[in-house]
């Protein structure tokens, strides 16, 4: 069998396993609030089901090795898989931060202690994972960062403070930067795996413009850490993490131009003219405009995609793709409020719509994809210098 | 850049060579100094390498290679601004015949394009804007043939073209193309002198008699897919002109000093050049992907080509006016370059139909 027909076989077998397997339900749910919020998942006998089947299937980290519960697929079956899944609307239960970023980081940097021991509970879905990047010292400029470990014979003995830690409140570990030489910037970080169940681990969440309770603080008071949980050297942490993040912003990146188009919307709630255009001439343009970079946006993306299959190198464009993609993404809740009118301007209640009150929502949520994962002038600045190659700025100071 | 075939990277490389070679910036200031629209010569060695004959059949004389390929060759020569009838010839010119032409006239004139023998022009905008749906040229009964009355302003490439295609409407039924001979009785042509230093051209068409074979079958079916082949290959040729634009300021950021650092240094020129390269992925990823679907004759070609367009004038003429901005009091200057890249973006963005025009053209097309 050649490769092409080998692939397409592939293809109508993932097609008819998902159409028996994927409960109908959460076709076309958002998967933003199962991957973040473990009670509302865990709540959902849909989901449920659907993460366990997807596990014995390995198809929730399908290209990870199978002793690691993958199932060893090749990167043209990985596409196949998730482009048969966004056909009827599935999602992935286990695209989580452990999935997303910390599973390609053991992958490259892990033990083969570390790999077994984390790596087949990403694959089920099964063990939670935060991000402990952030400090209140330490947002865009990260290598501030000042949670101290110290090393203590049989232990490292950690004690700081995180915060905007995505799902604290209900990670099973997390993977954290800590430093480990208050003389050097960079060269004094490690990378260590923290269990949320050691003593001293204590999260608060922090309540958003949105109202989500999603991000938390997280204090480390004399929490004791087995030796054997630090990824990579002592002081090296750092060039982990820069490699962890370019996951994050690839994973980021991913379906910011998606979602269905806002014309059907317009027409109904705005109404049309007598030819039949969007009545409302000033908006109508900038849906139009809107439409036009969210159409070029997911042209880069497949673009890329093809590119970097033919063996091209794109890292160097990422940055730029988050921050297009955060542009388009927010542009888009601008405009879906603005379409909504007053019914988009609900906070909560039985007056509102699910539909309504998920577009005031979404629109303060939005705010969100400029920051996270290294803000827009952050991931400029990124690109001026290894893009570009741009001088370094003077210093300020 | 798009996954390109061994033929495909062969032919972006020579033309990426030759005009390193043969068509530097400079060589356009020479053909602009001397008053001229383009370089004859120059335009010879550019047929000889087979570039005017892309679209244009085997059996006539030409590689049949696909307008990505075509698209390929004039982003390369879009770097420097080479002024040729290049597009207005191989891309519409050669499409035109291609899709609309019977066998006889496209064993007329697809040789003579493909050699370089005859330059082509499209005359279709009327009063100075371009509005394919509105033609006003008016095109009567007489005999076997057809009379031909009205004024064509501007025709890109018409001044010195050697077969015009006209657009006009048929009493009674749509618009639709014809060919006539420049020379004809009753062509009056008379030149512009433009901004962007490339042919430009009134056109008047006074009583002029053709017989019926000047004909294009297709109608206003026809306008359209000629002028989005021109569109597509005209945005490609512009992203080339944007890309240098950028790359040549990129360049100087890391040259110029002040305050005794490198103006690149400035975080904010910093972001305002990463602000660039985002319009020019954005734009490339739109310009490859309307070049394969024309190519693949695909159904949303005639969408794909207006992202293509629109972006292409909007990040031509954002490039350009930071190429002039960030170079400065230098940028202001007749002896730098960023002006001639400036210049030409105004045109190039209101040649076959400018971003506002193709914004409101998606937006048709898709429903809005």
């Known amino acids: ?397 | 850049m798009a996954v390109l075939s061994d033929e495909q990277g062969m032919l972006r490389d020579m033309a990426a060579e030759w005009v390193r070679d043969r068509a530097p910036i400079s060589a356009f200031r020479h053909v602009a100094d001397a008053g001229g629209a383009y370089d004859p010569a120059l335009y010879a060695e550019i047929a000889g390498m087979g570039w005017a004959g892309v679209l244009v059949p085997e059996a006539h004389g030409g590689a049949n290679f696909g307008v990505l390929g075509l698209g390929l060759v004039l982003e390369e020569l879009g770097r420097t601004l080479v002024a040729s009838p290049l597009l207005s010839t191989a891309a519409i010119g050669a499409s035109a015949l291609r899709l609309g032409g019977s066998a006889r006239q496209q064993a007329a004139w697809l040789p003579r394009i493909a050699s370089g023998e005859v330059t082509v022009a499209l005359a279709i905008d009327e009063r100075g804007r371009h509005d394919p749906a509105h033609i006003g040229t008016r095109a009567s009964r007489d005999g076997d043939g057809w009379r031909l009355d009205g004024i064509k302003a501007p025709v890109i490439d018409g001044g010195a073209a050697d077969l015009l295609i006209v657009a006009a409407t048929i009493e009674g039924g749509e618009a639709t193309l014809f060919l006539v001979a420049p020379d004809a009785k009753g062509v009056t042509r008379m030149a512009y002198c433009r901004i962007d230093g490339r042919d430009a051209a009134q056109v008047r068409f006074d009583g002029v008699a053709v017989d019926g074979e000047a004909l294009l079958a297709g109608g206003a079916g026809l306008i359209d897919r000629v002028l989005d082949h021109g569109r597509a290959a005209l945005a490609a040729e512009m992203l080339g002109s944007a890309t240098q634009a950028f790359e040549t300021t990129n360049d100087y950021l890391k040259t110029r000093v002040q305050f005794g650092q490198l103006i690149g240094s400035f975080q904010a020129l910093q972001h305002r050049a990463v602000a660039m390269l985002a319009e020019l992925v954005m734009t490339r990823s739109a310009v490859e992907a309307a070049l394969a679907a024309i190519d693949a004759d695909a159904p949303d070609q005639a969408a794909l080509v207006s992202l293509a367009k629109a972006l292409a004038g909007d990040t031509f003429r954002l490039c350009a006016r930071e190429m002039v901005q960030m170079h400065g009091g230098i940028g202001m200057t007749e002896e730098h370059d960023a002006g001639l890249y400036y210049k030409r973006a105004a045109a190039a963005d209101a040649f076959l139909g400018n971003s506002a025009f193709h914004r409101e053209r998606y937006a048709r097309l898709g429903g809005y």
Not at chain 1, 75 to 96: D, H, Q, S, Y
């Open chain 1, 1 to 397: 069998m050649g490769d092409d027909a080998a692939l397409e076989a592939f293809r109508a077998d993932a097609r008819e396993w998902l159409a028996e397997n994927f409960p109908p339900p959460l076709a076309h749910k958002n998967p933003v609030p199962y991957q973040n919020d473990a009670p509302y998942a865990e709540a959902d006998p849909d989901w449920q089901l659907w993460r366990t089947r997807m596990a014995e299937r390995r198809w929730g980290a399908p290209g990870w090795p199978e002793i690691y519960g993958g199932a060893a697929l090749d990167a043209p079956r990985v596409r196949i898989l998730a482009e048969e899944m966004r056909a009827i609307g599935a999602f992935n239960p286990m695209k989580m931060t452990g999935y997303t970023m910390l599973g390609p980081t053991l992958l490259e940097f892990g033990t083969e202690e570390q790999r077994a021991q984390h790596l087949p509970g990403i694959a089920r879905g099964t063990v939670r994972w935060c991000q402990g990047f952030s400090e209140p010292g330490a947002g865009s400029d990260l290598a501030s960062l000042s949670t101290r470990c110290i090393d203590a014979g049989d232990h490292w003995l950690v004690e700081g403070q995180k915060v905007w830690t995505s799902g604290a409140n209900h990670a099973d570990w997390c993977f954290a930067l800590v430093r480990t030489d208050t003389t050097a910037k960079q060269r004094g970080i490690s990378f260590l795996l923290i269990d949320m169940r050691s003593e001293g681990v204590v999260t608060r969440p922090i309540t958003l413009i949105s109202g989500s309770t999603h991000f938390c603080e997280m204090f480390l008071n004399a929490v004791r850490v087995p030796k054997g949980n630090l990824v990579g050297r002592v002081n090296e942490g750092w060039g982990i993490a820069k490699r962890l993040l370019q996951f994050e912003r690839d994973s980021l990146s991913e379906g910011r131009g998606e979602g269905a188009s806002l014309l059907p919307l317009a027409r109904s709630r705005v109404g049309t003219d007598g030819v039949g255009r969007i009545a409302d001439g000033d908006l109508r343009s900038r849906l139009v405009a809107h439409a036009m970079r969210a159409h070029a946006y997911n042209l880069t993306m497949t673009r890329l995609a093809a590119e970097a299959k033919a063996g091209s190198a794109i890292d160097a464009l990422v940055p730029v793709v988050k921050t297009l993609g955060s542009d388009v993404a927010q542009a888009r809740a601008d405009l879906a409020m603005e379409i909504y009118g007053d019914r988009g301007l609900g906070w909560t209640g039985a007056d509102y719509a699910p539909d309504e009150l998920d577009v005031s929502h979404q629109w303060l949520h939005a705010r969100a994809f400029s920051i996270y994962g290294g803000s827009y002038e952050i991931q400029n600045n990124i690109a001026a210098k290894r893009t570009l190659g741009l001088p370094d700025p003077a210093s300020a100071r």
